[in-house]
């Protein structure tokens, strides 16, 4: 069993930086997309950004130009810089992964997620 562990998360003033990353506990295994979700106090989780095995990337349109998703495929890491921080980017931010873990189908793999709050 693989299990995902973010870091990085905390609280700042708007304007402000968080770095989060994105371990598993295990890795050397197949992995396609990574990405980032959040869930805002009260509202459902929302994809922030993603990062396919290409390098592709995706964000929401709220973050750009603010975050940058990037992957490490030797670590099997992924991270999330986040500049100018907004208080609507306050939630706790959630790793996602789909893994093929010893030749089995991808499934998905989520983080207990790492609380981010913005203080105006």
């Known amino acids: 069993q693989v299990q995902l562990q973010e870091s990085g998360g905390g609280s700042v003033q708007a304007g402000g930086s968080l770095r989060l990353s994105c371990a598993p506990s295990k890795s050397g295994f197949r992995i396609n997309n990574m990405a980032w979700y959040r869930q805002p106090p009260g509202k459902q989780r929302e994809l922030v950004a993603l990062?396919?095995?290409?390098?592709?990337?995706d964000y929401a349109e709220s973050v750009k130009g603010r975050f940058t998703i990037s992957r490490d495929n030797a670590q099997d890491t992924v991270a999330l810089q986040m500049n100018n921080l907004k208080p609507e980017d306050t939630g706790d931010y959630y790793c996602?992964?789909?893994?093929?873990?010893?030749?089995?189908?991808?499934?998905?793999?989520w983080g207990q997620g790492t609380q981010v709050t913005v203080s105006s």
């Open positions: 990062v396919k095995v290409d390098g592709t990337k």
């Open positions: 996602y992964q789909r893994i093929s873990v010893n030749g089995e189908p991808f499934r998905e793999y």
